[in-house]
């Protein structure tokens, strides 16, 4: 079975910095890893999503990579933002269907 | 697109009692996933359908947990006999054909007392 670990479980950082989240996962035959945000109580919003075959992916301010053959994941925030306080989840696929997801990492941006 | 819309999104019972809940996905999308929240964890895996077709369940599905989709178009996940082990947030989530991004609604929150 596919086990993620994230982390850290909780991060608080000065609004402006810039950030990297990890995630790791066991079982490097992966079909897609896909981070998302949550926030408290809400559902998940996609973030990024990143291909077996891709090596990273980019979207304004994020950029997510992957090294399949370590089994880990970054998330990188750039320039961070006090909206950017949620938790972020990293989740796995080996089929394209179950996902398998890490307990989060809960981010604080400080004003 | 709409998003995925679930139903209803809070939802408190007493042990032992029946609970039903409805996921709406985005149209057009043919694959429908349930997860299951709990505090401080990580969504985990119930089941997904293929159209109409249930394809695949988790361990974690009892004989008390059944989803449906009838017409490929909505499904819904029935709890029988509810325990209070199965206050979560049930997420449910879905995926257009030749797509990879799975789109998760806001899910319903579950108390059993």
């Known amino acids: 079975k596919q086990e993620v670990t994230q982390i850290p479980a909780a991060l608080s950082v000065p609004e402006g910095e810039n950030l990297v989240l990890n995630c790791s996962f066991t079982?490097?035959?992966?079909?897609?890893l896909q981070w998302f945000r949550q926030d408290p109580g809400k559902g998940l919003t996609s973030l990024l999503l990143i291909q077996s075959s891709q090596r990273e992916q980019t979207s304004g301010r994020l950029n997510a990579s992957l090294d399949k053959s370590s089994g880990r994941s970054t998330l990188y925030i750039a320039a961070s933002q006090p909206g950017d306080s949620a938790t972020y989840l990293c989740a796995v696929s080996t089929t394209g269907n179950q996902f398998y997801f890490g307990t989060g990492t809960s981010l604080t941006v400080i004003p | 697109d709409t998003g995925v819309s679930q139903n209803p999104r809070h939802k408190i019972t007493k042990r032992g009692q029946n609970v039903t809940f409805r996921c709406d996905p985005i149209?057009?999308?043919?694959?429908l996933y349930w997860y299951r929240q709990t505090l401080g964890q990580g969504p985990e895996f119930l089941t997904y359908f293929q159209n109409e077709a249930q394809l695949e369940k988790s361990r974690l599905l009892s004989d008390r947990f059944s989803a449906e989709r009838p017409k490929g178009s909505f499904s819904t996940l029935e709890i029988q006999r509810t325990e209070q082990g199965d206050s979560a947030m049930y997420l449910c989530?879905?995926?257009?054909?030749?797509?990879?991004?799975?789109?998760f609604g806001p899910g319903t929150r579950l108390t059993v007392t």
């Open positions: 989530a879905s995926r257009r054909t030749g797509g990879h991004e799975q789109y």
């Open positions: 149209s057009e999308h043919n694959r």
């Open positions: 079982d490097s035959a992966i079909y897609n």
